[in-house]
């Protein structure tokens, strides 16, 4: 099992800033991909960024240029920097791992509201 704890959400204003963290623990080997999903009101769960152990990330389209996915290995911790926040951006963000190990396993944190203001 792996353990995910978020942190670092909140309520902004349009054009702020905040940062999220998450860190893992527990049985963490073979770990291959950590990242940040994040889902709305009324909406489906999407994925916000994805940073693969090799250091390729992804981006939903929606972010790119406003958000900022990066890695601890050292401290098993995945960030997500996002700036130039918009109401849409309003969500419940979790963190999300990936794992191989004989089989493709998946962890889930708790979730952390980020709620922007018009």
């Known amino acids: 099992q792996v353990q995910l704890v978020e942190s670092g959400g909140g309520l ?4 702020g800033s905040l940062r999220l963290s998450c860190v893992a623990s527990g049985s963490i080997f073979g ?3 950590m990242g940040w999903y994040r889902q709305a009101p009324g909406k ?3 994925l916000v960024a994805a940073i693969a152990n090799g250091g ?3 981006y939903a389209d929606s972010v790119k240029g ?3 996915i990066s890695r601890d290995n050292a401290k098993n911790m995945v960030y997500l920097q996002m700036n130039s926040l918009k109401p ?3 969500a419940v963000y979790y963190c999300n791992v990936k794992k191989y190990i004989n089989s493709y396993l998946e962890y ?3 979730g952390t509201q980020v709620t922007v203001s018009s």
């Open 12 to 15: 902004v204003h349009t054009g």
């Open 31 to 33: 770990i291959y991909a």
């Open 44 to 46: 489906q769960r999407e």
């Open 56 to 58: 390729s990330i992804n």
């Open 66 to 68: 406003r958000f900022t």
């Open 88 to 90: 849409e951006d309003t």
């Open 108 to 110: 889930w944190g708790q």
